[in-house]
């Protein structure tokens, strides 16, 4: 069993940043597709970032692109998600997650890893 813990998440104004991290509990991490879920009061859980295992490939949701960088640290278990240019619609709970699978997935339903999550929230 993968666990999985984020940390970073705060209260920010508009056009803020935030780093959010997520520590990996085996030192095999670079086994898994990482991604970076979020989901806002009342809404559902909704595809933010992913990256391939060897942090070569990144993907994103339309709303982020831009503004958003996910990396990876292999050597320190450790996957990141740059946050820049903040808006208000962005305060949600995210939540990093971890599958087996190739490619860009973008499901819920495809990662069978996840942490609890860490709040943000953005401010007008």
């Known amino acids: 069993q993968v666990q999985l813990v984020e940390s970073g998440g705060g209260s920010v104004q508009a056009g803020g940043s935030l780093r959010l991290s997520c520590v990996i509990s085996?030192?095999?991490?670079?086994?898994?597709?990482m991604g970076w879920f979020r989901q806002a009061p009342g809404k559902e859980r909704t595809f933010v970032a992913t990256?391939?295992?060897?942090?070569?490939?990144?993907y994103y949701a339309d709303s982020v692109k831009g503004r958003f960088t996910i990396s990876r640290d292999n050597a320190k278990n450790t996957v990141y998600l740059q946050m820049n240019n903040l808006k208000p619609e962005d305060t949600a709970v995210y939540c990093c997650?971890?599958?087996?699978?190739?490619?860009?997935?973008?499901?819920?339903?495809?990662?069978?890893?996840w942490g609890q999550g860490t709040q943000v929230t953005v401010s007008s």
């Open positions: 997650a971890a599958t087996a699978l190739l490619g860009h997935p973008t499901n819920t339903y495809e990662y069978k890893n």
């Open positions: 085996r030192r095999t991490s670079g086994l898994y597709t």
């Open positions: 990256i391939s295992r060897s942090g070569e490939e990144e």
